[in-house]
């Protein structure tokens, strides 16, 4: 079935150093991935998407990357901030009967130290 | 706009009880859904709608009714709560530019409920 999971629960860096997270899939036929961060006590909050038929798509400080050859998907962090210290979950839009909505990994937890 | 808002931000039923979640948005969004979120998980879908009359359930509809009878209100319901629907509710939101399109969605502050 469709599903979308994460590689590590958890993630610990330095300030300043790069963040990777990754996620891995399993319905190739997927069209949209999307990354969310989650801080405590609050709803999660759209990062970055990216679109089946791209590679790799860049915001602010972020990267996201797509392999559809062995279904992973990964997001970049440059400089990590104690800021983007949170829950990251990835997830995958699914289009049903009534419309679309998110399917979610399990999440992996950054903890960012200064 | 006040965006996803969601009440009540607590709430603590006794098994067997119902109560009813509620859920309302003021961007005129015609996709609306309803996820649960237990410690340590990420969310999982209940039910989802693209308008109003439209509905489906989701990854875990089991134990939760919807109905949508109005663009801004998507209210949940728990016809007879049990201590295992103890979770964090959110309610999310987007637009719609077409069937085969991703629209951001936004995510309400969340509902923390306990059945004891």
């Known amino acids: 079935g469709e599903s979308v999971g994460l590689h590590l629960p958890t993630l610990s860096v330095q300030e300043g150093d790069n963040s990777i997270i990754n996620c891995a899939y399993s319905?190739?036929?997927?069209?949209?991935f999307i990354w969310y961060k989650q801080e405590s006590g609050k709803g999660p909050q759209f990062i970055i998407d990216?679109?089946?038929?791209?590679d790799k798509r860049q915001g602010q400080r972020v990267t996201v990357l797509l392999n559809k050859t062995v279904k992973h998907l990964s997001l970049q962090i440059a400089a990590t901030q104690p800021g983007d210290s949170a829950v990251y979950f990835c997830a995958e839009n699914i289009i049903g009967a009534a419309g679309t909505a998110l399917i979610f990994g399990k999440g992996t937890t950054l903890s960012v130290s200064s | 706009n006040a965006g996803v808002t969601q009440t009540p931000k607590f709430q603590v039923l006794k098994t067997g009880q119902s109560m009813t979640l509620q859920c309302a948005q003021d961007m005129n969004h015609e996709y609306m859904s309803w996820y649960r979120q237990d410690p340590g998980m990420g969310l999982r879908l209940i039910h989802y709608?693209?308008?109003?009359?439209?509905?489906d359930q989701g990854e875990v509809p089991n134990g939760y009714n919807v109905s949508r009878s109005t663009t801004e209100d998507f209210p949940l319901r728990l016809l007879s709560a049990a201590p295992s629907q103890t979770s964090v509710y959110f309610c999310?939101?987007?637009?719609?530019?077409?069937?085969?399109?991703?629209?951001?969605?936004?995510f309400g502050p969340g509902t923390r409920l306990t059945v004891l």
């Open positions: 319905n190739s036929a997927s069209d949209y």
């Open positions: 709608s693209v308008g109003a009359g439209i509905t």
């Open positions: 990216i679109r089946s038929n791209m």
């Open positions: 999310a939101s987007s637009y719609s530019t077409g069937a085969s399109s991703y629209n951001e969605q936004f």
